[in-house]
């Protein structure tokens, strides 16, 4: 268990957000044994990227001779579309906040890489993977990370494959390292369970509005990560958020009283 230490204003005390890592793998002793590979479309690799002999390998980190990274080719002869699969084990996720983190990185900004990551809850064929949880077009010639919240596409205390499928038409290099899941929680700090909050509507575009049984002295918005977004004094119980990106938020408020409360909800 790791905590993240957030460091809150003045007008609210330090609070703590709860975040188990459930899975990783970084690549360093190579691909393992309990992951999938699979070539779903037999194009021939060009010559000049000989050293791909699998639809997806371990290799040096171009920006970093002391890390190893997985790495797939989409450069064909003759020209194709690349269906390259790398699928991790089995990973029994948490009851709610699962979020798939990873870095991604195209090798050659002049033909840069397409990819997806699905999720199967049956099996690690192609045709398992009934659900598309990411998709990118022109992923940048430099690391970059990336994630997405499995919890928001329904998927809770099950079992799952997930799989990174690099789709390039006419690429050349992707790279893909240190994949992880953690299961975060911030509302694992203790609350008043006497303070009743509701947040509607949920999802929200422009507005939300907050109902609670005692009157509000102020409110945070944090990210799943647990960043302060916001932290203001509410407007007749009502809050803008048309400025946030889409995604999950958690609204966490303050009462006249002192005590607090927290709850989710989804921007759209």
Known sequence: MRQLIIFLSLILPIC??????????????????????????????????SEFQSAWITLTDPDDENNTVAGSTSYFSPEGRASRWLITPSITLGDYGNFLYWRAASHDPSFPDWYMVLISTTGTAVE??????????????????????????GYNSI?????????????????????????????????????HLSVFPNPA???IYIQTSESIDSYQILSPSGQVIQNELPENNQINVQN?????????????????????????
Do not use: C
């Not at 703590?16 to 360093?28: P, V």
């Not at 303050?254 to 989710?264: H, L, M, V």
């Open 128 to 153: 398992d993977f009934t659900d598309t949880l990411f998709r990118l077009q022109n992923e940048f010639p430099y690391w970059t990370d990336r994630s997405v919240n499995i919890s928001d596409s």
């Open 205 to 207: 575009t422009d507005f």
């Open 244 to 268: 946030l990106s889409n995604g999950m938020y958690f609204i966490r408020i303050k009462t006249a009283s002192g005590g607090y409360a927290t709850q989710r909800f989804l921007k759209k």
């Open 16 to 49: 703590t957000i709860g975040q188990t890592e459930i899975f990783s793998e970084d690549f360093e002793s190579g691909i393992p044994a309990t992951w999938t590979i699979l070539d779903n479309d037999q194009n021939t690799v060009h010559p000049s990227v």
């Open 159 to 195: 079992p799952v494959h997930l799989a990174f499928v690099n789709n390039t038409n006419r690429g050349f290099k992707l790279y893909l390292d240190d994949v992880r899941i953690d299961v975060n929680d911030p509302v694992s700090v203790k609350e008043n369970e006497q303070i």
